[in-house]
């Protein structure tokens, strides 16, 4: 076969044996193909690591904020029996107690500074259903006109911060007639 002077022929190589190899052409194709697809993979990578890095991240956020708003759980928790001290106190004292007034100011004082940093109270009604997330059963008793499953009496007050649970309050439970 005759070539003309202005077309070219690929050239074809060949190795040790004589055996032809591929066209230099397709070895770069072959090549670029192989360093594409590395190129995506290590942009997949990259992109994983990134989602990665912005969990940790949104994750470390939330531990911060968390560890920021439960801070004072331990003090709080301490101040709950002074709660219940000033208050028992102010139940037994009688009206024309001259002590009476200064306890009720500090009772006022400390509830306003608790609740400035997130500790709020749990105090059900009677009849107010029992939620055993907040309430503690102390007993069961039958009482006319109080529901079934229904808060009969209060014992104690419970206590949240920031809607963590922090004390239940401790109640009686209204049972079936």
Do not use: W
């Amino acid at each position: 076969m005759t070539q003309h002077p202005h077309e070219q022929q690929t050239p074809e190589f060949h190795d040790v044996d004589g055996e032809a190899q591929a066209p230099v052409e397709q070895q770069l194709a072959d090549q670029v193909e192989r360093l594409s697809a590395e190129l995506e993979q290590l942009r997949a990578q990259v992109l994983l690591e990134r989602a990665d890095l912005e969990n940790q991240r949104k994750r470390l956020a939330r531990e911060v904020e968390n560890a920021r708003r439960f801070a004072n759980e331990r003090l709080l928790a301490a101040l709950v029996p002074v709660f219940d001290a000033l208050e028992a106190g102010l139940a037994s004292a009688s009206d024309t107690d001259p002590l009476r007034s200064g306890v009720e100011l500090t009772l006022r004082e400390l509830t306003k500074a608790t609740e400035t940093n997130g500790l709020s109270t749990l105090a059900p009604a009677p009849g107010d259903v029992f939620n055993p997330e907040h309430h503690q059963a102390m007993s069961i008793v039958e009482v006319p006109g109080v529901p079934p499953g229904a808060v009969a009496q209060v014992f104690q007050k419970g206590y949240l911060l920031n809607e963590r649970l922090l004390r239940p309050a401790m109640v009686v439970v209204a049972k079936a007639d």
